[in-house]
């Protein structure tokens, strides 16, 4: 079955709530886990319909079947800082390596050049392999670590690395 990448459309919030809920628990990765994002589908609608306003900023999709299977956000910054976008990519467990995250990230990497964006940036838990493969082979580099960047339920602590991409 063909993937399909778009930018999220505000009908889309019930099943963006329930992919980002399935890739919380999926893995340690994120910012939150199987407890999922406590947020209503009119608010996550709203954050779409805002996305889609503001044109330096967007928020993919990946769809297989009509169903939602990955998503990347940029969100550019303002002022002095407006040179510079932040990251946030997943796919869902299931469809790891098949490229959907790769496809996801040219399409961000593509916005972030039509909009002027000169460094799109991130953080990944410096474990997470396949991620940091991934960011390299599209040309991020290490900027630095976060020691004790989250702390997980069970009072451990997880380091980060920075990385940007200089377009
Ligand atoms: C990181 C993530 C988005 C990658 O998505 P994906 O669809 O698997 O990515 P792709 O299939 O395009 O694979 C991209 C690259 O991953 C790397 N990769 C694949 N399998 C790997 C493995 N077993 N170990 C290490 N790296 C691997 C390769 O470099 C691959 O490139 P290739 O196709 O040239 O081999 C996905 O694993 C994910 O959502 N993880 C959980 C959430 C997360 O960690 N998000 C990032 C937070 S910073």
Do not use: C
Not at 60 to 85: D, L, P, T
Request: proline share 2%; charged share 30%.
């Amino acid at each position: 079955m063909d993937v399909i990448i778009e930018k999220a459309r505000p009908e889309d919030a019930g099943d963006l709530i329930a992919f980002l809920n399935t890739i919380g628990a999926e893995t340690d990765n994120l910012t939150y886990g199987g407890e999922g994002l406590p947020i209503s589908q009119e608010k996550e609608a709203e954050i779409i319909r805002e996305k889609n306003e503001s044109p330096r900023n967007a928020l993919f999709v990946a769809k297989k079947g009509g169903k939602i299977i990955g998503n990347a956000s940029i969100e550019a910054f303002s002022r002095r800082m407006a040179h510079r976008a932040e990251l946030g990519i997943a796919v869902v467990r299931a469809e790891w390596g098949q490229g959907t995250g790769g496809r996801l990230l040219e399409r961000v990497i593509e916005h972030a050049k039509a909009q002027k964006i000169e460094i799109i940036e991130l953080e990944v838990r410096g474990d997470n392999e396949r991620a940091i493969r991934l960011y390299q082979k599209y040309g991020f580099v290490k900027i630095g670590a976060y020691p004790k960047f989250f702390k997980m339920e069970d009072n451990t602590y997880a380091d980060f690395d920075l990385m940007n991409l200089y377009l």
